[in-house]
């Protein structure tokens, strides 16, 4: 079922290709690329969510994560997420509780992937490295849900990048702390054992309170950097801009 999704990705990972095969697939990427940054150039700077899409309404992460998106968009950030069900719904909504402005980075899979209606834009997008830079590109702050190993890899790949100082010192807030606990137990070991430092583990806030979770981002992304949360209007019909709101 995957090749008949996007078959040319997994045809790059079986090794050289032809000369032309390889431009033509670095094109494709480079198109997908354009494409989302021109798409998402008026939305401001952004809290990404990241989280399941498993999760349905009833749910208690569900309602944590709609509940403190609801918190952040009211700071002013625009909420970005990977556009589909779940956790990423539930963020998406809880920014248009309160007229937030509600991004997504939807991902074309087999199953479960679909944009969710709480959505003022979005892209659709074939590569998940293509999707996981749009989703960074713009935030300031990340918040890290209940989810499986895609919301493992994107918390890690961004936790990763501020280590390094490849990205800016951005916050990142881990909720669900019971859901969660032998993720902290494991990192607590990578820094016991050396292979992180003691102070890496400033970078991370574990914590389920809505309040200290903005409070943190308050703190570490607008005031740490003295943004200013507004979004540009003016756009540029001929490179395929549109203004938000």
């Not at 033509?24 to 990404?48: D, E, M, N, W």
């Not at 937030?100 to 992937?113: D, Y």
């Not at 890690?156 to 702390?177: C, D, N, R, Y």
């Amino acid at each position: 079922m995957n090749k008949d999704i996007h078959p040319e990705e997994k045809q790059f990972l079986d090794g050289p290709r032809s000369r032309w095969s390889e431009l033509k697939y670095a094109f494709s990427v480079f198109h997908q690329l354009i494409v989302g940054l021109r798409k998402l150039h008026f939305i401001g700077p952004c809290v990404t969510v990241f989280g399941s899409a498993r999760f349905k309404e009833d749910h208690a992460y569900y309602k944590l994560t709609r509940e403190v998106s609801s918190k952040i968009a009211d700071l002013g950030f625009a909420i970005m997420t990977g556009g589909g069900p779940g956790i990423m719904e539930a963020a998406n909504r809880g920014a248009k509780d309160v007229d937030g402005l509600s991004i997504g980075c939807n991902i074309v899979l087999p199953k479960e992937q679909f944009h969710n209606i709480y959505l003022d834009t979005f892209v659709t997008l074939d590569y998940f490295f293509v999707r996981k830079e749009l989703l960074r590109k713009y935030s300031f702050a990340f918040v890290v849900m209940p989810g499986g190993f895609g919301t493992l890899d994107e918390f890690f790949e961004a936790l990763t990048l501020v280590q390094t100082h490849k990205t800016e010192k951005f916050p990142i807030v881990i909720m669900g702390v019971d859901f969660h606990k032998s993720l902290i137990a494991h990192i607590l070991k990578m820094a016991q054992e050396q292979t992180i430092n003691q102070e890496d583990l400033q970078l991370i806030l574990f914590t389920d309170s809505v309040d200290e979770a903005v409070d943190h981002i308050q703190k570490f992304s607008i005031d740490a950097f003295s943004l200013k949360l507004k979004r540009a209007k003016k756009a540029m019909w001929i490179l395929g801009e549109t203004p938000l709101k």
